[in-house]
């Protein structure tokens, strides 16, 4: 290449480099720009489907039916989405494993055990239908704890045991399948001594449905969430530097075992909180961060910003997927999420079986 | 001297000593090679150097100062690693080597940062290849953009581990000859591991030989010797000369 056509005297740049910048620029743009309009068709198509202008005319004045039942709904999708979608981002780099995310990792099987442990030992299982379509766990206060407490209990062991093993990233991978095997076979044994209502309470609660979400719950996964992301965005030239091997990376001043635990504690902490108030839902933290790497590469400068957009996308169309496809049904999202997913971790082992 | 070496011993978790009673001393310009035979410490050797691996006593000085009081970044400004295998993912080789300022950004890279790292990636004539993915490069050219991404880091100390393993002939002379033309023109030392004895011969200046975890011999090309050799490989070998160079050929 002749470096004299590719130099811009001005900051030292290449015009090819800062056009392959702009690409990515773009790339994140045209994301938000598409999340915004699907916020705004959510907001509009339901029961009841209103035309943008009302859409925007009633989130504008707070109130209708688009600011009081949907907006919170659809926050909570756009949150949660971007959040698993980081916690999966942040975990497939610093375990070195393109299947790791808090799905595939243990954490919501302990959340699921959790909830079943609640239900069955606590008695929070007493279900009711409040409209028509709806049932309620009597107790959800009591679910979500015992949900989350497991889940963090989870993560606690698999980090432990990490440490013992010198913070190696395989461990922490079979660690963590081997504590998603150890709840699901507690959870089997829990379901095997319920009685009718409690059975039909747990499976209720591992359909991932975001509809239980109230708003002290956005509140609360929203106050966890920004300074986590902040904190992964911060870190992203060192997570570019584990990318590069470890080896590299300590080479290059990072503190690769502390960035592996802060980023484990968090990532998990942040999905178990998401998991435990919504319930299982499955490969949105493995299918955003991969879609993204396969258009715009894995530089954790663009990824984590894309992944937060497609995350949030990902489960925005799947939530209003699975309220509309067979309306007046709403099928749990968890449901449309894994659909989604599960095709994609196949693409991705036989993609790698090929390697 | 630009790196000097005193009384390092290393051991994992209180185990028998792997290196014990290291001593070396290397000028700036020049470059030392670390010979030994497979298991003997030579990778571990450079590990203690930059601090991957934390010796059990001695002190190791770049330009006076003591590196092991130093933290990771400090050490990372003054030490530039080139490890024998790298892992690839999706990012381009202009990123790949602006991640060699890593001890230098703070939050984000300055023009300066990519300046520098033009400039590195145009000396060592990766230009060309500049906005491809490192995954989609060959071999050779990826331990070039290794190189790069150690030089980008300003270091004034550059480890490389068997920088040419993985290369075929013309590559492996290819990376050797852009490393003499770095460290003869920049305030560099350069210490590398190599197991071809005769590729070391060739370009580098200084020797330190290792065997049963300490040094056997140390100096310039005189203690490259067939007796040296053999005391250290357990290999019979004889040294001729080829065009007014020493060629090692095992017996």
Redesign the interface.
Known sequence: MDTSKTVDTKNGDTPDYSQYIGKKVMFLTVCAVVLVISVLVALSIGSANLSISEVVDQILNQNGIAWSIRFPRVLVAVVAGAMLAVAGTIMQCILKNPLSEPYTLGLSQAAAFGAAFAIVILDAGNMFSNTKDAVVISNQYAVTLCAFFFSLISTGVVLILTRLTRVSPEAIVLSGVVMGSIFAAARTAIQYFANEIQLASIVYWTFGDLSRITLDNLVLITVVSVPVLIYFIYNRWNYNAIDAGIDTARSLGVNVSRHTIVGMVLSSLVAALIVSLMGVIGFVGLLAPHMVRRVIGSDHRFVIPAAVLVGALILLISDTLARTIISPLVLPVGVITSFLGGPLFLLILIRGYRK | MKLKIRDVEFCYKNGPAVLEDIQMAVGANQMLTILGPNGVGKTTLL?CI?G?LKTRKGTILVDGEELRKM???????R???V?Q???V????V???VL??R??H?T??VS??D??IT?DVI?NLGL??L??K?INEISGGELQKV?LA??LV?EPKVLLLDEPTSSLDLCNQHHMMSTLVDVVKNSDLTAIMTMHDINLALRYSDKFIMLKGGTVFAAGGHEVITPENIEAVYDLPVNVVNFMDRPIIVPL
């Open positions: 590990k930059n991957l933290n990771r970044v400090e050490v990372a400004k030490i530039g690693y490890p295998r790298a892992d993912s999706q990012i381009t202009f990123d790949s991640l060699g890593k001890p950004i939050w984000d023009k300066n990519i300046k033009k145009s230009s060309e500049s906005l993915y290794q991404r150690a880091q």
